[in-house]
């Protein structure tokens, strides 16, 4: 079972985009000791079905029951095959498949990771969450996106 991609709700939230070699786990893993959070790995990964392929991102939350807010950590990228059609063709005709990477978010293809916050959060509070980020060794660059300009706002709306 796997997480699915809901319709598109207005649903309110903060984004920043992070650039980072590091595996999805290690970059939770850091962002749990810099900002004190607990981003925990997803039973299911975000389940999203492309015309020629069907990706699957990691996904790793954090609800604090004290806090406003919940964060979730989202890869951008998966790697991965076509869907493979069955051909009427030869039986011993193989077709060579190459792997491609399809992001999340095609509009920010370089960027690895998202950091979503849900809810409103205090101006302050979300320099202060992308400053820490931005000092996480391993991280290249961090910044604020803004959601409204988003064309595939969409693909960051699930449970």
Same mark, same amino acid.
């Given at each position: 079972?796997?997480?699915?991609?809901?319709?598109?709700?207005?649903?309110?939230?903060?984004?920043?985009?992070?650039?980072?070699?590091? $595996?999805?786990?290690?970059?939770?893993?850091?962002?749990?000791?810099?900002?004190?959070?607990?981003?925990?790995?997803?039973?299911?990964?975000?389940?999203?079905?492309?015309?020629?392929?069907?990706?699957?991102?990691?996904?790793?939350?954090?609800?604090?029951?004290?806090?406003?807010?919940?964060? $979730?950590?989202?890869?951008?990228?998966?790697?991965?095959?076509?869907?493979?059609?069955?051909?009427?063709?030869?039986?011993?005709?193989?077709?060579?498949?190459?792997?491609?990477?399809?992001?999340?978010?095609?509009?920010y293809?370089?960027?690895?990771?998202?950091l979503?916050?849900?809810?409103?959060?205090?101006?302050?509070?979300?320099?202060?969450i992308?400053?820490?980020?931005?000092?996480?060794?391993?991280?290249?660059?961090?910044?604020?996106?803004?959601?409204?300009?988003?064309?595939?706002?969409?693909?960051?709306?699930?449970?």
């Amino acid at each position: 079972m796997h997480k699915e991609l809901l319709e598109f709700e207005d649903e309110s939230f903060q984004l920043i985009a992070i650039y980072s070699s590091l $595996e999805g786990y290690r970059m939770a893993y850091l962002i749990n000791k810099n900002l004190r959070t607990k981003l925990e790995r997803e039973a299911t990964d975000i389940d999203f079905n492309h015309s020629e392929y069907h990706a699957f991102y990691a996904l790793y939350s954090f609800k604090d029951p004290k806090a406003y807010y919940s964060v $979730e950590l989202v890869t951008n990228k998966f790697k991965g095959e076509p869907k493979r059609i069955l051909s009427t063709g030869s039986l011993f005709n193989e077709e060579k498949f190459s792997s491609k990477e399809i992001n999340l978010i095609p509009e920010y293809s370089k960027v690895d990771f998202f950091l979503k916050i849900s809810e409103e959060i205090l101006p302050k509070e979300f320099v202060r969450i992308l400053n820490k980020i931005n000092q996480i060794p391993g991280v290249q660059a961090a910044y604020a996106i803004e959601v409204d300009k988003l064309k595939n706002k969409q693909n960051l709306i699930f449970e």
